[in-house]
């Protein structure tokens, strides 16, 4: 808890499907899945109804994953519905929520379209902390985003997984990125992982030829190139 796990790799290496598997969103041939040490792999009823409750993933357009036709605020607020939560405190935690992604609550009777992508991904963010889960998995959840408002993004998710004692599973293909916020990065390559290191390490003494080729074709931007 408290850590970002960061996954990089080309696209096609298996980055996605390893979060939606550890998500329980498709199957595993093999192998277990161990969330708050208990074996989730093969968890059905309310055993994967309570695994669902303690991980949330984050998607590359926040826009995609928000009902069109709701409200910010009560998207936010559905899973809290769902588990019987009455309406007063619901909209309580609602605007606590908006608070801490840096949203006012106002930003609540929005609805998706009318808000930047930035804000909608805060908007996600504040979905995914509401029943308080111990894994958050983001999918690549700022590269839809322009260079300032990613920064902006990883800093409000590394803040959010220490602050509320999360892991965070940050997936992306971004090493600079993940340079300012995970403690491990882990690199991926035709589904298996080949290498593992702190971010500075991985791109000062990379181990891996693979890990080797990336950086050296440029396929991880440096800080220096990056605008925080």
Wanted: with cysteine; glycine share 8%.
């Amino acid at each position: 808890r408290g850590e970002v796990l960061g996954i990089v790799g080309r696209s096609g290496c298996g980055k996605s499907t390893m979060a939606r598997i550890i998500a329980r969103l498709l199957d595993t041939d093999e192998g277990e899945i161990i969330l708050c040490g208990r074996d989730i792999t093969k968890a059905t009823g309310k055993a994967l109804g309570e695994a669902y409750e303690n991980m949330q993933m984050i998607f590359q357009v926040p826009e995609d994953s928000f009902n069109p036709r709701k409200t910010l605020g009560w998207s936010i607020g559905e899973a809290m519905r769902n588990r019987g939560y009455d309406k007063a405190s619901i909209e309580l935690r609602i605007d606590e929520l908006l608070t801490v992604v840096g949203l006012n609550p106002s930003y609540k009777y929005r609805y998706p379209h009318e808000v930047s992508g930035g804000e909608c991904q805060r908007a996600a963010i504040s979905r995914a902390i509401a029943l308080s889960p111990t894994l958050l998995i983001c999918d690549e959840a700022t590269s839809a985003l322009d260079v300032t408002v990613q920064a902006q993004i990883a800093a409000l998710l590394k803040q959010m997984t220490e602050e509320l004692s999360m892991a965070c599973l940050f997936i992306t293909h971004d090493l600079a990125l993940l340079q300012s916020i995970a403690d491990r990065v882990i690199v991926m390559a035709e589904g298996r992982i080949v290498e593992e290191n702190t971010p500075e390490n991985l791109i000062k003494n990379p181990v891996s030829q693979y890990t080797k080729e990336l950086i050296e074709a440029d396929f991880f931007r440096m800080p220096r190139d990056r605008i925080v």
